[in-house]
């Protein structure tokens, strides 16, 4: 890979891949045979809609004895699928190795799965050898489990190697099946990597959220209106008889009628008379918001006085009975005003949790 100031066309087509909005990847889950990788490249290409293709070369596998890709072998058939294409080609990476093999078959754009972001120790290897390494923009996805620090730290580890063009892929996280969705989304922790890397571009990948095909379309949709940069959806010939995935994968003509179906929003609209209407309607939210918390003030200073009744008469500070009323009475009131029961125990737990801590500060003052 040149480490001059001179692009090549090869990286030139990359460096207009990243930039452009919204930027769409696919392909395969699994590089499986020549064949198929090279017949899905081109099916994608002809869509006229997808800008990098994508397939796992290496694939961490929860159990051994299943499929764990085809290995090195599988690169030259990419570095084909891209002579034909003339679209840039993107693999996971886990080990310095295979960052090596990749970078030697001329793979653009490399990414961090989930499985490695929950690693420091794996991160920091890639981050080595990506060290001198110029040109190749470097996805970090989140780790498996809903931890912001580790894929906040992921990122950092890759920028310290040097890398100059980092973005993020939002993929779920797991939730032990307690769920619709294979790994559920939990938008917010997205949102909150969004406003602590505003410079970084941020994609979905449906397939892993969703893990089923008839979903894909309402997440992919969800995460444009929420200003995402981009999606990467996997791609397969034959979805029905992938090696791997099979129910999330879709043909490249059925991805093509689902970005056609997306609704694609834009931030501001530039119109004067649109930023007034808008402007008036977030003052009302603001002094909502300062009556909120003006409200839930007021709540503590009750609470604390109850801590202090409960310090002075040696009781407990977890009333289980007295927290359920107060859980159904919540989830009552706001399905009447339209508020969902996730959202209600949500905010009733914080607020709990709010309260408890302010007693036990009194109960062992």
Not at 85 to 94: R, Y
Not at 114 to 131: G, M, Y
Not at 265 to 283: C, F, I, N, V
Request: one cysteine or more; proline letters at 4%; glycine letters at 8%.
């Amino acid at each position: 890979m040149s480490t001059t100031a001179t692009l090549t066309a090869a990286q030139e087509a990359t460096q207009k891949a990243w930039s452009k909005r919204p930027l769409i990847i696919s392909g395969p889950c699994s590089a499986e045979t020549e064949e198929q990788v090279i017949a899905t490249a081109q099916r994608l290409a002809a869509t006229g809609k997808v800008d990098v293709l994508r397939a796992g070369i290496w694939k961490p596998r929860t159990r051994p004895g299943m499929f764990e890709g085809i290995g090195t072998k599988g690169l030259p058939w990419l570095q084909k699928a891209k002579e034909l294409t003339g679209l840039p080609v993107a693999i996971e990476v886990a080990t310095a190795k295979q960052v090596e093999d990749a970078l030697h078959f001329d793979v653009d754009i490399l990414w961090i799965g989930a499985r490695t972001t929950v690693n420091p120790f794996s991160v920091q290897e890639i981050a080595d050898a990506l060290k001198g390494v110029e040109n190749v923009p470097v996805l970090v996805k989140n780790p498996i489990n809903p931890d912001l620090e580790l894929w906040g730290g992921g990122v950092e580890r890759i920028a310290r190697a040097g890398i100059k063009q980092i973005g993020l892929i939002h993929r779920g996280f797991s939730n032990y099946g307690n769920t619709d969705f294979r790994n559920a989304p939990m938008w917010h922790l997205a949102i909150e990597m969004k406003r602590r890397f505003p410079e970084m571009p941020i994609i979905c990948d449906p397939s892993h959220i969703c893990g089923r095909r008839d979903t894909l379309q309402d997440v992919a949709q969800k995460s444009v209106d929420l200003q995402y940069d981009g999606l990467i959806v996997e791609s397969h010939i034959d979805p029905d008889n992938a090696w791997s995935d099979a129910k999330q994968q879709i043909t490249p003509e059925t991805l093509a009628e689902l970005l056609g179906n997306i609704t694609w929003r834009k931030e501001d609209t530039g119109s004067a008379e649109y930023h007034a209407a808008l402007e008036k309607l977030r003052q009302q939210i603001d002094h909502l918001d300062d009556e909120i918390f003006q409200i839930l003030g007021n709540r503590i200073k009750i609470a604390e006085q109850i801590g202090q009744y409960k310090k002075d008469n040696n009781i407990t500070i977890l009333q289980t009975n007295r927290w359920n009323e107060i859980l159904e009475r919540g989830i009552k009131k706001g399905e009447k005003t339209g508020l969902t029961e996730e959202f209600i125990t949500r905010f009733l737990d914080a607020v709990h949790m709010e309260s408890i801590n302010h007693q036990n500060k009194i109960m062992n003052s």
